[in-house]
């Protein structure tokens, strides 16, 4: 819906174990630029693909999305295109809140396309997730900074990762103007334009962590406090950042 000072949209998902070896959606519900469509999955997995039916965030919209895997389920979900964030008529900045819950004996794959800071934008991305002693999870998030040829806006990631109750990961990352200095020098970006980083979190981690290691130029693996493991990569562009993350997840496998 539209309110005073932006666009406020949210998204809601809840998907289940059918008992017959597969996975139910009893929650599929996703208004204005958040639209949800079920696409065909394999085996016991479902998967949902996120279509942005509006253009944004623009500034001052505030959109959230609440995803829950419950027991036996097997739930996949991606988006359509990358997520724009664009300058508005309102200057304050604009809101993506990402809240994911995985239970025990389900996994969850929340992977969506990039996110491109437009220059002039000033977005907030927080992401929580919350998962049981054997849930499994792969999170990939990418964020490119500026269209081709432009500067970027102003974009703030947070990132959380709890396990049992237990925070395993809380990062957070600000860049383009008015974020904290140094965040594009040789201990931030290094002038690349393109950052993402994959969770992956597996049960038999907790007896046979992954090895932190440098993964190739630009890219590493390392362990969690928990039966998790994180890549983090940066690169010139968002085609060489995929393949970086891609290369991460199947070196955990």
Do not use: N
């Not at 819906?1 to 017959?20: L, N, S």
């Not at 995985?102 to 927080?126: C, F, K, N, R, T």
């Not at 974020?179 to 690349?192: C, S």
């Not at 979190?201 to 693996?221: C, H, K, M, S």
């Amino acid at each position: 819906m539209t309110a005073p000072g932006g666009v406020r949209a949210t998204a809601a998902i809840v998907a289940r174990g059918d008992g017959r070896g597969g996975t139910s959606l009893p929650v599929l519900e996703g208004e204005g630029p958040l639209a949800l469509r079920r696409t065909r999955g394999s085996g016991t997995e479902a998967r949902v693909m996120l279509v942005g039916a509006m253009s944004g965030p623009l500034g001052g919209d505030h959109f959230t999305v609440d995803a829950r895997a419950e027991q036996g389920a097997d739930l996949r979900i991606g988006s359509a295109a990358a997520t724009l964030a664009l300058p508005g008529q309102d200057k304050a900045a604009a809101r993506y809140d990402v809240r994911l819950t995985v239970a025990d004996d389900a996994e969850l794959h929340w992977v969506p396309e990039q996110l491109i800071s437009a220059h002039g934008s000033d977005l907030y991305v927080g992401t929580r997730v919350d998962l049981a002693t054997s849930a499994r999870l792969v999170l990939r998030e990418e964020q490119v900074l500026g269209r081709t040829g432009e500067e970027p806006g102003r974009l703030t990631s947070r990132l959380t990762v709890r396990i049992a109750g237990r925070c395993v990961l809380d990062q957070e990352l600000a860049c383009g103007p008015g974020a904290p200095g140094g965040w594009d020098g040789p201990a931030g970006l290094a002038g690349h334009r393109a950052v993402g980083q994959l969770v992956v979190a597996r049960p038999e981690f907790a007896t046979a962590p992954p090895a932190a290691r440098v993964l190739a130029d630009g890219a590493a693996v390392m362990p969690l406090a928990g039966p998790a493991a994180l890549v983090t990569a940066v690169a010139p562009d968002a085609l060489r950042l995929r393949r970086l993350l891609d290369e991460g997840l199947t070196s955990l496998r």
